[in-house]
């Protein structure tokens, strides 16, 4: 599997809000540096990367479940403790669920992570901070 690098930014729901809307608004154009997938906190970032998730990324690829039948046999863990890991993992693009025939198998999208924070909420406070 071709590693793939997951930007990940640090950024307070209220700061993330007003980013999108200036997004939306035309405002503010994000660079293709910047990260895709947003958290509100180390802490929050840490939850869904925890040692035991990282572990379950690695079953994940060195297994390569049919099932979450297979998953849940490999790792002892129970189907709806992993449902609700693997679903949270898919909002942020580092798993992806695939339906095979009555099946849905997990796949690791994401194998790598650098994570973007700062005291400015986003590069573009950043950029604003250091002309003034």
């Not at 669920?97 to 690791?108: A, D, G, H, L």
């Amino acid at each position: 599997m071709a590693q793939k690098v997951l930007r990940i930014g640090i950024m307070p729901y209220k700061d993330y809000k007003k980013r999108t809307l200036a997004i939306a608004g035309g405002e503010y154009r994000p660079r293709p540096d910047e990260p895709k997938v947003w958290f509100e906190s180390l802490q929050s970032m840490a939850q869904v990367l925890s040692n035991e998730n990282q572990l379950l990324l690695k079953t994940i690829m060195e297994r390569k479940p049919e099932s979450l039948k297979e998953l849940e046999a490999a790792t002892g863990r129970s189907s709806s403790n992993l449902s609700r890991t693997l679903k949270t993992m898919a909002r942020y693009g580092i798993v992806k669920m695939e339906k095979v025939q009555r099946n849905i198998r997990p796949v690791v999208e994401a194998t790598n992570f650098t994570v973007q924070f700062g005291l400015y909420g986003s590069p573009r406070h950043a950029d604003t901070a250091a002309r003034h």
